[in-house]
């Protein structure tokens, strides 16, 4: 069992590198940058929005060739999983393009935006807001996605390697397993997440907590993006999608 953790940890290292160093960069912005420019980093259409929107797009483009290449139906899933979270990432740009959002969502959505995962059934926040408690928290989209993270990212592949049974039926339906040595980064960045804002200085204005949010969705979407890329490698390195070509 031990071996199969190590090998999963080799094969992994340039990616698990590339995680370590970007989590460090970005929860440093509390250290090297000024109060003002970490407020200003949680705002709409700035660096780590941007950037989140970015991986998940990049991510979508990838399992888009992936899928073209196996025809895979997860990869079209999870393509269209990620488009998707691009588009609500930075509502669908409207904050580009300037455009006003349609009175029927705009009666429904807590923020006043063209995107789904702010409608008040899905948002973190009632209309007065409130936060939500209890049974109220299931359809949230950030709980949802938390909770995608850890099973696709953590679980999944943990069970993969204790079950060989579970393994043989992964297989069996083709479905994409990220290396376990990846996905629990997706728990780690959680408490470095959990951990930044407990020692972080009271009393400052609320956009420089925010801050450690959207630097805890960014490192999210690029894990998924490092771990699209090895779906890629490992595909190329199959010869499937040369094959395809």
Known sequence: MFKKYQNDLNQSKGYILSIVLAIIASYGVYIYCSESLII?????????ELSTALFFLISSVILFLLFRSTKNIFFILLSVVFFVGAGEEISWGQHLMHFSTPNYLNK????????????????????????K????????????FRLFCLFYGILIPMLMIHSKKISN??????MPT??????IFFMLNWFMYRLV??????????????????????????IFLCICYEYYRFNLKKGSLIDAE
């Not at 429904?108 to 007065?128: K, P």
């Not at 928290?137 to 950030?142: D, G, T």
């Not at 039926?169 to 083709?174: E, H, N, T």
């Open 169 to 174: 039926f992964i297989d069996y339906i083709k």
């Open 178 to 183: 990220p290396k376990l040595s990846v996905g």
């Open 40 to 48: 200003h980093l949680s705002g709409e259409n700035a660096l780590f």
């Open 108 to 131: 429904v959505n807590v923020q006043n935006e063209f995107n789904f995962h702010n409608i008040e059934v899905f948002n973190t926040e009632n209309f007065d807001g409130s936060k």
């Open 197 to 222: 804002l407990m020692i972080l200085p009271v009393e400052k204005h609320i956009y420089y907590y925010e801050t450690a949010s959207e630097i805890f969705e960014c490192i999210q979407a690029f």
């Open 133 to 144: 408690t209890g049974i109220q928290r299931i359809l949230e989209i950030n709980f949802l």
